[in-house]
Every structure is written in structure tokens, then in C-alpha cells.
């Protein structure tokens, strides 16, 4: 009966991560693969590199002799294996504990849990109990987020449907990510666009369908010096704002009025039935309109002028 | 007869292999339940890797090459696991670090350092937060990834305080004295209430109090609560633990007033069913939709219905149609 397939995997990372020289693929196949055909052989060996390549386990092709340099083998470096010596003293063991805890996105929830683990393994005593505390939480709706992140950490380039909120249809975009930040509440991408040539920020609530990986990991580099918050910054299209200026009735009003930069207190208004405010505030330009209509009776809107039209014609049409 | 791990978990098994050995190298004496702990898995998952990693080792199959496991310590003779029995492995001193963080693990555990940075809570202080955030950025290995929180995400880090200042409260039986606005009310009020504790529910986070205005049990939204203090004053009524808000926000036998109101939404309005609790929501052919919910306070689906015309209309009871088109007559003569 051949080795079950978890014995066969750890046999060749030891055999790769304790000889000091590369090991030949024949020498691999006589040793750990005793039983397969040539071609099958090929076929586990590949699938089993990748398999420890997914944990993490570098394995790295390299000349067994310098004279030869067409004579090939494999290797697991000890120090590109291993992780390095990390001394936490237990409040910083704490602090790791707590930011364990800060992703509610399960596969980042699951990648924090892992570290910790590893840690753990190498002699950290992580106290994950009595951690109930308070701590701010990083959500992730968006579902392009994982593969983005995934593409991200393995610098693989990607391609994806992006609708912009001004154009009809999603455009089939090609981007090699540099980086996902979060700004302002939302995810965004920020890459290379490979069409336009040119660096970019995509908003990842705008992707629409999947995120496909293309082509193989560490496929480009960032540019040294990136630096992905500033870019996101600059580039994502701020929300528009707008200046508005509201009539609110004398003890209504009260998120508008915390709001507000300048309140003019008892103004002319649209009826006597109370005291009148005149209100100045910035908002987004969208939902303007809903937030003033929200109010009813208690908010009239003065400007901007557009905006007034809209409310006008949404309460008459609401009424016919 | 040793059973065939199924493919699907080799990786698995190896991933918790890696992980297992040095973490018994470290430490004197790991009972087998430890471990399964450590790992998230079970005794018997754990006795099955070690009979894996029993027949592993370095080439050339001499039995001074394989790794030795004690396993009669750990599997009785009939093969059922013994969770308090110690674990023993030899031998495989070169598996006794573990695998460096992957790029994500790496990544992930820094975006949540930093978040706990900028948000300054749970008693981590920037310095000490960056002293982690230092060690581990040394031992990532892993190409620094380029993954930033926003630095400050206001409403959650105010979440986070409010959650740590009622826990605060619970912990010592004491009183909070809130400032609270009610946009379906339009008012903002002050209250004493004596906290439960907070709990979430969809994307809010709520606390359980019981308010001594209302002289009843209160749900506030932690994002609405514009101002919170701790009081010197005991709490005067008993505590206990918050209520479980996975049915939904409303009991309709505990609120006598409720209504269920039926509403018509065009596809522009729609967006609602996403941020209010309905009870049923019925999508029909042409993208609007018919909706269900629990109404307690008329003014808060007066001012819906306003902020959604005229995309919203009330199939039934017909009564709120009328509120709302009064509402909506006083309003638009106002632009006369």
C-alpha cells in the first residue's frame, strides 16, 4: 500500500529541509517515490511541491553542481523555512491576543488565529482568555476583498468587472493589485491598471462578480516607495458635497443642527406656527434630498436651488 | 491497520504537524488535550497526525532516522485517545521551529495591530502597540504588504469606547448618564439607566439597559448615544445578562403598540430593505418589491415614508397613508 499522502508530504519537506545541498528530482523519486511510473511520478511530485508551497514551505530550485549547471535540484532553506526568533514579553504576548480577536471577516479571523498559533508553537504564551474587552472590529462585506487580499499577498495580477457609478456598464478591468486600504469606512484597491497604464484605485464595493487571478504568483513587483494610503487618498473620487442652507423649525432638527456651521437663530420662515432657524451646512450631495424630506414639515430647504426642485417634485408626485 | 488519511486533509495534517512539534519542543509535558486545544481540532485528530508523523523522518528508513512517538502514552489498547496522556516525540529536533507567518497571517495580524493603535483601545498604547507591531514586522518575513485600515474609522472606534465604558459600568454595578437621540423623534434626551451590557445585532451595536425615564428595558444604539458618563451612583435595579437579539430587535408580544404595516417600494426604495428590519420581503417581477415590518412608533414610518417619496407607498392599514399624506401636504405647502 503507497504512503498516505500526508506521510509522503512530510517525508520530502524533511528530506528537502535537512540535506545542506539541493536534491536531485531522480534521487527525490527513488527515495520517496519508489513505486510510480515516470510519468506519474511527475505528476504527485508537482502536486505535492505545490500542496507545501500552500502552507508556506519554500521550496526553492537550485544547481547541485556549479560545474553542471543543467543538473537541477530541490531544496528547503532552514532560514526561509523557519520563523525567526520573536520574544514577546506578556503584555506584548497580550496585545497579540486582543489583535487576534479584531477581524470579524472569517478567512482574516482564520489567518490571525494561525499566527497566533505559530507563536504559540514557538513559545509564546498567547493568553487568549479574559479578552472580552473592548477592541475595534475590521469588517469586510465586500466580496471581492478576499481575493484581492489574496492577490495582493501573492502579487499576482487579476481581472475583474468594474461598474463606475457614471457609466452604463461594468468594464472588464486588468490590474496588478499594490494594495488594499481601507479609508473613510470603505475598501479600496489600489494597483497598476494594465490597460491604461497607469496606477488606480478601484472601490471594491463596485466589483461586480468575481475577482479571477491571472497568471502566476509574484508576477510584478510594487514600485519601492508605494504608498497605497496616499494614493487611495488622492485618487478616490471624494463623495460630493454641497453646500446647504435649511430652514429648521425652533426644537427640531437636531442631527442637522449638530451638523451645522453657522445657525442663525429665529429667522423669517414659512409659516408663524413656531420660531424659525436658519441652518448652513456642508453634506454629501446624494440623499440630500431624502434627508430633508425625512424631516417633513420641520425642514424647508432653501438651497442649493436643484436640490429644492427635487424635494418640490418628489412631495408632488408622492401626492398625485 | 492504520486508516488512509483522505487527501483533502494531508495539507491539513502537515499544516497542524508543523505547528504540533514545536510546540511540544517548547514545553515539558503536553497532555494530549493541550494540544488538540492548541490546534482547534480533537484528541483523535491529534492521535491520528502523530501516527502520522511516527512513520516520517529522515531518508533512508533506518529506525534511527524515523521519529519516535510514545503512543502507547496517549492511545489506550483498544485505540480510544487518552486526552490526559502526555506526549512524547523524538528525534525531530529539525521540525522544532515553527513555519514563518504566511504573507496573509503576516498581514492580517499587522492590520489588526494597527487598527489597535490608532484606536488606542483595550489599554494597548501606541508605544506598546508598536513594539509588537516591530517584532513581528522582523519575523514576518513575508514582503511587507501594503494593507492599511483607515486610521481612524470614528464611528467604530466610538462603538469600541461606549462598549468598554458600559462594561465598565456592568462590571462595577454602576449607573450611566446618557445623552441619546432619537432621529425617528427627532429629539435628543438625557437618561440614567442601569446597563446590561451590549449587543450586536446586523451592523449595530446596541445597549441593553434598563432606563429610568422610561422605567423599562431599553435598547439604545450605541451610535446614537452622543454623550456617555459613568455616575458614582449604584445601580437600583438587578442586573443580568443582555438580551439575545438573534430573533430580531422586536418581540411583538412584548410590544403591545406594534402594528405591521405592508409597504409597496419602487426599485429606487428598495435600498431599504437592506437597512431596516423587515419581517418579510416579497420581490415582485418589475423590481419593486412588498414589504412587512413592525411598526411601534408611527412617526419613525412617517418619516420613512417621507425620506423614500415617492417611491413608498402603504398597502395597508390604510390609516397611515393618510397620516402621511397630511405630512406630506403641510410640507410641500411650505415651498409655496
Redesign the interface.
Known amino acids: 500500500m503507497p504512503a498516505p499522502k500526508s506521510e509522503r508530504l512530510l517525508n520530502l519537506l524533511i528530506m528537502l529541509l535537512v540535506q545542506r545541498r539541493p536534491i536531485a528530482k531522480e534521487r527525490i523519486r527513488e527515495l520517496l517515490y519508489p513505486d510510480s511510473r515516470p510519468d506519474a511520478f511527475e505528476k504527485m511530485f508537482e502536486r505535492d511541491k505545490e500542496e507545501l508551497r500552500s502552507l508556506g514551505v519554500p521550496i526553492e530550485v537550485a544547481t547541485i553542481d556549479p560545474l553542471f549547471e543543467d543538473e537541477v535540484g530541490y531544496r528547503i532553506p532552514p532560514e526561509a523555512f523557519a520563523l525567526p526568533d520573536v520574544e514577546l514579553t506578556q503584555e506584548e504576548a497580550a496585545v497579540v491576543g486582543i489583535a487576534s480577536r479584531v477581524w470579524q471577516h472569517a478567512t482574516m479571523a482564520q489567518a490571525t488565529t494561525d499566527a497566533v498559533r505559530k507563536l504559540t508553537a514557538a513559545g509564546i504564551d498567547v493568553d487568549l482568555d479574559a479578552l472580552e474587552i473592548a477592541r475595534p472590529l475590521l469588517t469586510a462585506e465586500e466580496p471581492a476583498f478576499e481575493r484581492c487580499w489574496v492577490a495582493v499577498c501573492e502579487r499576482t495580477a487579476i481581472e475583474f468587472d468594474y461598474q463606475r457609478p457614471d457609466a452604463d456598464a461594468p468594464m472588464r478591468r486588468r490590474v496588478q493589485p499594490w494594495g488594499v486600504v481601507r479609508y473613510s469606512g470603505r475598501w479600496y484597491l489600489v494597483g497598476y491598471d494594465a490597460d491604461r497604464r497607469a496606477e488606480r484605485v478601484f472601490r471594491l464595493s463596485r466589483v461586480q462578480g468575481e475577482v479571477r487571478l491571472v497568471g502566476p504568483p509574484g508576477a510584478y513587483d510594487v514600485p519601492p516607495e508605494t504608498d497605497v494610503r496616499q494614493i487611495a487618498r488622492r485618487m478616490a473620487p471624494p463623495m460630493p458635497t454641497t453646500t446647504a442652507v435649511l430652514l429648521v423649525r425652533e426644537g427640531a432638527g437636531h442631527g442637522l443642527r449638530r451638523a451645522a456651521e453657522r445657525i442663525e437663530v429665529g429667522v423669517a420662515g414659512p409659516d408663524d406656527h413656531t420660531g424659525w432657524d436658519r441652518l448652513v451646512l456642508v453634506r454629501p450631495t446624494q440623499g440630500l434630498a431624502d434627508e430633508v424630506l425625512s424631516h417633513g414639515p420641520d425642514v424647508v430647504l432653501v438651497e442649493p436651488v436643484a436640490v429644492r426642485e427635487q424635494v418640490v417634485a418628489r412631495l408632488t408626485q408622492a401626492l398625485s | 491497520m492504520?486508516r488512509?488519511?483522505p487527501?483533502p486533509?494531508?495539507?491539513d495534517?502537515?499544516?497542524r504537524?508543523?505547528?504540533?512539534v514545536?510546540?511540544l519542543h517548547?514545553?515539558d509535558g503536553v497532555r494530549l488535550e493541550e494540544a488538540a486545544a492548541?490546534?482547534?481540532t480533537t484528541p483523535k485528530q491529534v492521535v491520528q497526525d502523530l501516527k502520522?508523523?511516527f512513520?516520517?523522518?529522515?531518508?533512508?528508513g533506518l529506525p534511527d532516522d524515523l521519529i519516535d512517538v510514545d503512543l502507547d502514552a496517549i492511545v489506550t489498547e483498544e485505540g480510544s485517545p487518552v486526552t490526559e496522556g502526555v506526549i512524547r516525540v523524538e528525534n525531530a529536533d529539525?521540525?522544532a521551529?515553527?513555519?514563518?507567518?504566511?504573507?496573509?497571517?503576516?498581514?492580517?495580524?499587522i492590520?489588526?495591530?494597527r487598527?489597535?493603535r490608532d484606536?488606542g483601545?483595550?489599554?494597548?498604547t501606541p508605544e506598546?502597540?508598536d513594539?509588537?507591531l516591530a517584532?513581528?514586522e522582523?519575523?514576518a518575513?513575508?514582503?511587507h504588504?501594503?494593507?492599511?485600515?483607515?486610521p481612524r474609522?470614528a464611528?467604530?472606534?466610538r462603538v469600541?469606547?461606549l462598549?468598554?465604558l458600559v462594561?465598565e459600568a456592568v462590571a462595577r454595578g454602576v449607573q450611566l448618564r446618557l445623552l441619546y437621540?432619537v432621529?425617528s423623534r427627532?429629539?435628543?434626551s438625557e437618561r440614567v439607566v442601569d446597563p446590561y451590557g451590549v449587543v450586536a445585532h446586523g451592523v449595530f451595536s446596541y445597549l441593553d439597559a434598563h432606563c429610568h425615564r422610561a422605567e423599562d428595558d431599553r435598547l439604545f444604539r450605541l451610535d446614537r448615544i452622543?454623550k456617555a458618563e459613568l455616575l458614582p451612583s449604584p445601580r437600583t435595579t438587578p442586573a443580568r445578562a443582555p438580551r439575545d437579539l438573534a430573533e430580531g430587535l422586536f418581540n411583538d408580544d412584548a410590544t403591545p403598540d406594534a402594528t405591521v404595516v405592508t409597504l409597496r417600494l419602487e426599485p429606487p426604495a428598495t435600498w431599504a430593505t437592506d437597512y431596516y428590519p423587515m419581517r418579510d420581503v416579497r420581490p415582485r417581477e418589475d423590481g419593486s418589491a412588498e414589504v412587512d415590518l413592525v411598526v411601534v412608533d408611527r412617526r419613525w414610518l412617517?418619516?420613512?415614508l417621507?425620506?423614500?417619496?415617492?417611491h413608498a407607498t402603504v398597502v395597508r392599514p390604510a390609516e397611515f397613508t393618510e397620516t402621511f399624506?397630511a405630512?406630506?401636504?403641510?410640507?410641500?405647502?411650505?415651498?409655496r
Open positions: 492504520s488512509q488519511t487527501a486533509g494531508a495539507r495534517q502537515v499544516a504537524l508543523l505547528t504540533l514545536p510546540f517548547h514545553r492548541l490546534l482547534g502520522v508523523l512513520m516520517c523522518g529522515l531518508p533512508g529539525y521540525l521551529r515553527p513555519l514563518r507567518l504566511s504573507a496573509t497571517e503576516a498581514s492580517a495580524m492590520v489588526a495591530l487598527m489597535l484606536t483601545s483595550a489599554g494597548a506598546l502597540v513594539r509588537v517584532k513581528l522582523a519575523a518575513g513575508a514582503p504588504v501594503e494593507i492599511t485600515p483607515s474609522d464611528q467604530q472606534v469600541a469606547q462598549t468598554a462594561d437621540f432621529p427627532d429629539e435628543e452622543t412617517t418619516r420613512l417621507l425620506r423614500l417619496a415617492p399624506t405630512r406630506a401636504q403641510e410640507t410641500l405647502s411650505l415651498y
